[in-house]
């Protein structure tokens, strides 16, 4: 079932620590066939190395488990919601690689003070707010999920120009069209709090001109993209 995605997931998650995203198993990878409404998962706890295509786990969008022997991961609720809320994004990432955890336990947006970021996200990189404790008591995960919908619905950002977020004291999400578009993210997003950082140790952070940044993000998003090679017919 699903092994095109499947392997695409596992090959997404292994990355993550050849990427140096992660430690220990503080990351995730999701991805989803819309046609079928399914989606695989890493499982919860189990090792980059040593993980398998059989070990991931098939869900529903009601978080019923349709393969797999193993636990999900405990993010998958925050995966589920935002599946369900945003039909165009399909795959999801959540790691807490150092620079972007490190802006998330500032309270730091990453706004665009460059044209690196501008390439990846077009605008400001969001911070999502605090859960309450009753958020937290509730159901956390997927309180997580809904904070991340009420942060972008907020501040009218479209999820698709600027697929990351940053969730004060906790880690960053990224998003995409498919689960090796969200690592992708993760690893531009990590790149991109990289250098702020070390521009904030200098001073503020200056945005970057929108004219600059229009530029960088249309000639590779953009309806008239001009980044890249067009495929031959």
């Known amino acids: 079932m699903l092994e095109k995605l499947k392997d695409e997931v596992l090959e997404a998650n292994k990355l993550l620590k050849s990427e ?7 990351g995730n990878v999701s991805g989803i066939d819309r046609d079928s409404g399914l989606v695989v998962i890493k499982p919860s706890g189990v090792s980059y190395d040593k993980m398998q295509r059989q070990d991931l786990v098939v869900l529903d969008l009601d978080g019923n488990v349709v393969e797999g022997e193993l636990n999900p991961s405990s993010d998958t609720p925050t995966h ?21 955890t490190a802006m ?7 706004p665009c003070i460059g044209t690196t970021h501008a390439d990846h996200f077009y605008g400001t990189v969001p911070l999502a707010r605090t859960l309450t404790k009753a ?6 995960e997927l309180n997580t999920g809904v904070v991340i919908e009420e942060t972008f619905t907020k501040n009218s950002i479209n999820v698709m120009e600027v697929p990351a977020v940053l969730l004060h ?3 960053p999400f ?3 069209k498919s689960a090796m578009d969200s690592f992708k993210n993760s690893v531009a997003l990590e790149s991109c709090c990289e250098m702020a950082l070390k ?6 952070l200056q945005e970057m001109p929108q004219h600059i940044q229009d530029k960088h993000y249309l000639r590779k998003h953009g309806k008239n993209a001009t980044y890249g090679q067009k495929l031959i017919k």
């Open 169 to 171: 004291f906790h880690a």
């Open 199 to 204: 521009a904030l140790a200098c001073g503020e």
């Open 174 to 176: 990224t998003w995409g």
């Open 104 to 110: 998330c336990q500032m309270g730091q947006e990453l």
């Open 135 to 140: 958020e937290v008591d509730d159901n956390y």
């Open 20 to 26: 140096e995203l992660i430690k220990l198993t503080w």
């Open 80 to 100: 589920l919601h935002l599946y369900k809320a945003y039909p165009q994004i399909g795959g999801i990432t959540h790691t807490h690689s150092l620079n972007a």
